[in-house]
């Protein structure tokens, strides 16, 4: 159990009285442990709460634990205390503390009507504890305590409120201990701190807060499809800009070649005009020693390939004949050249002249 001064006690302990008509009664929790006492008609401000509802009205049972996994004794005894054809109109809570089992049943229309209470006060607690659970257990002993204007008994079995008859046949035999003022109030820390069995379980569970309820989603899809927009604007606005300043460096390349061939009239005109004028010097892609340099250097790791013939023609095409004792050998510089970008064409099939070499008339074209 927590210390009575610890300061993550502070709150409020309110208990509720038994009957509708009566006063409220509460008792202010702070760092210097639980204060006197008090009722009034208006709650003061607080932290946590925690409430007390009426021993006569929530009894409850005190067993040893059973040998078997904590939460499996709680689902037991909940199913346990549901049986009896009176589940659909009673509430029931379980709770485990100090290797006990404890239990309670209470009416449904008296959870409906304390939390409809508490609401219009303006409480929401988590925690509601029945009142008999404040006294203390002690072996072989009836405890008698009075919390507010309620007289409380607890025995080795059980808790509930102090009536006479109760008292006579549940504390038969056993020895009457009176709790003072002090350990009631050190109790109550302890109750505040940790409490033993909270009826907010099952269907009167406090309702969890999700994000789905709690997120303002129309302004998060506002935020979203703004910042969608901006994105797309923005990836317009470069587009634009790099069309922009494509166009104005296609301009000045076009005024460039025009001032060299004056027949141009667009960047394809002045590409084939070029072309054609460096062809005539024997210069650029469309040269003849660019792809003869090619295929000279496609030919020296392929030992058998030998030139038969060579020719160029204007247009720029390499003509030649490959001979080899293989057509693999031919097939390799074939390979060779198309993977450094040139345009080759071969006959479909390789075929064996008389002197049995493989041989394959081959033109080598710029890209």
């Given at each position: 159990m927590s210390d009575a001064a610890s300061p993550s006690a502070d709150g409020l302990i309110l208990l509720l009285p038994a009957a509708p008509d009566e006063a409220w009664r509460h008792w202010r929790v702070g760092a210097a442990g639980v204060g006197p006492e008090q009722v009034v008609e208006t709650l003061p401000e607080h932290g946590a709460v925690t409430v007390l509802v009426p021993g006569a009205l929530a009894p409850v049972a005190d067993k040893p634990l059973p040998a078997m996994p904590v939460a499996q004794a709680l689902?037991?005894?909940?199913?346990?205390?549901?049986?009896?054809?009176l589940g659909a109109e009673r509430h029931a809570a379980?709770?485990?503390?100090?290797?006990?089992?404890?239990?309670?049943?209470?009416?449904?229309?008296?959870?409906?009507?304390?939390?409809?209470a508490l609401a219009q006060a303006g409480v929401d607690p988590q925690v509601m504890v029945p009142a008999g659970l404040v006294l203390p257990r002690q072996d072989g002993a009836l405890v008698l305590g009075r919390l507010g204007d309620q007289l409380l008994a607890r025995t080795q079995q059980a808790a509930f409120a102090a009536e006479e008859a109760l008292v006579d046949v549940l504390g038969d035999g056993l020895e009457q201990v009176a709790l003072d003022d002090d350990a009631l109030l050190q109790r109550l820390a302890q109750i505040h701190a940790a409490p033993p069995l909270n009826l907010?379980?099952?269907?009167?569970?406090p309702r969890r807060v999700s994000v789905f309820r709690t997120a303002n989603w129309l302004g998060l899809a506002?935020?979203?499809a703004t910042a969608a927009l901006l994105g797309l604007l923005l990836t317009l606005v470069w587009i634009v800009k790099w069309n922009i300043d494509s166009s104005a460096e296609e301009a000045r390349a076009l005024e460039l070649a025009q001032q060299r061939f004056p027949a141009a009239t667009d960047l394809d005109a002045a590409e084939r005009l070029l072309a054609a004028e460096l062809a005539k010097r024997g210069e650029g892609g469309a040269s003849f020693a660019a792809p003869t340099a090619a295929l000279l250097d496609a030919m020296r790791p392929v030992a058998g390939v030998k030139l038969r013939d060579?020719?160029?023609?204007?247009?720029?095409?390499l003509r030649f004949t490959a001979a080899a004792p293989r057509a693999e050998d031919v097939n390799a510089v074939l390979i060779a050249?198309?993977?450094n970008g040139w345009k080759v064409t071969v006959p479909p099939a390789l075929a064996p002249d008389p002197t049995?070499?493989?041989?394959?008339?081959?033109?080598v074209r710029a890209p």
């Open positions: 689902a037991a005894e909940r199913l346990s205390q549901g049986q009896g054809g379980v709770g485990a503390a100090d290797g006990r089992l404890l239990s309670c049943r209470i009416a449904a229309a008296d959870m409906d009507r304390w939390l409809a907010r379980q099952g269907a009167y569970a506002r935020m979203s060579l020719g160029y023609g204007a247009d720029g095409t050249l198309q993977n049995g070499a493989t041989v394959a008339a081959i033109t």
